[in-house]
């Protein structure tokens, strides 16, 4: 399969400040993500995982080192130009939603679209779509607080699916929610991966992590195991999840 990002002698570091201390967050980290590879992050606090994942999504740059997204070296890029490449190329997904409150279902679909520039009537019949990919066309008129964790979690999932990101990137995506709900979404998410999807989820939770294809744990800023073939996520039968 393609690569779909590449890693190259990656180092982060930070000083303290008012001092000449140097604390080093990354430490010549190397890795290559496929495309339809899911992938676990896993390391203690402390360990990189943060900052690696924020490189990754564009958030922050590395103090050396390349990062290839797709074909683009955007190492050292300016912000405008991360922010620009994060709106049209990264899906994320957060541990506790980050939905707009007082926007229904609907409408916390379209609004990233809004700002991509595309036309109403297309943000519409794709947040649809979306919305009815993850279970939900029954509930795109309601709010955030009208519904269940799980629930809120498919809308952060269709809304990390609206530009058709080259990575979806997922943050302790289970962490706010109940075993059975959490076993759910993973579920989906295995959906994902099957359809050609990339992920790469932070997880503290072994169990969470046995369900990736690869694992990859952190220590002081390093890779201290790269663990390929943990397991291959099997969509569920049915195509299509519901609760």
């Known amino acids: 399969m393609p690569t779909v990002a590449s890693l190259q002698n990656l180092f982060k ?39 690696l994942m924020n490189i990754i999504g564009c958030l922050d740059q590395p103090t050396s080192g390349r990062y290839i997204l797709g074909e683009d070296d955007i190492s050292q890029l300016q912000d405008d130009a991360l922010s620009e490449i994060r709106s049209r190329r990264i899906g994320f997904i957060f541990q506790n939603f980050n939905l ?17 520039g595309i036309p109403p009537h297309e943000r519409h019949r794709r947040a649809v779509e979306l919305a ?15 519904l269940s ?28 929610l109940d075993s059975k709900t959490g ?19 932070v997880t503290h939770d072994p169990t969470v992590a046995h369900r990736c294809q690869r694992v990859i744990h952190l220590h002081d800023g390093q890779i201290s195991r790269d663990e390929l073939n943990a397991r291959h996520p099997v969509a569920a039968e049915d195509g299509q999840l519901t609760g």
Request: glycine fraction near 8%.
């Open 183 to 201: 076993v759910q979404i993973l579920q989906l998410f295995d959906e994902l991966v099957a359809q050609g999807r990339t992920i790469i989820m």
């Open 100 to 116: 707009i409150q007082q926007l229904t279902v609907l409408e916390n679909l379209e609004v990233p679209m809004f700002y991509l």
């Open 13 to 51: 570091i930070y000083r303290k400040p008012g001092t000449d201390i140097e604390v080093y967050a990354l430490r010549d980290v190397s890795i290559d993500f496929e495309q339809g590879q899911y992938t676990a992050i896993m390391g203690a606090s402390g360990s990189g995982k943060s900052t």
């Open 149 to 176: 964790g799980g629930q809120q979690q498919r809308v952060c999932i269709a809304r990390a699916l609206i530009n058709e990101p080259l990575i979806l990137l997922a943050d302790e995506p289970t962490g706010a």
């Open 132 to 146: 009815h990919r993850v279970g939900l066309e029954q509930r795109l008129d309601h709010r955030p607080m009208q």
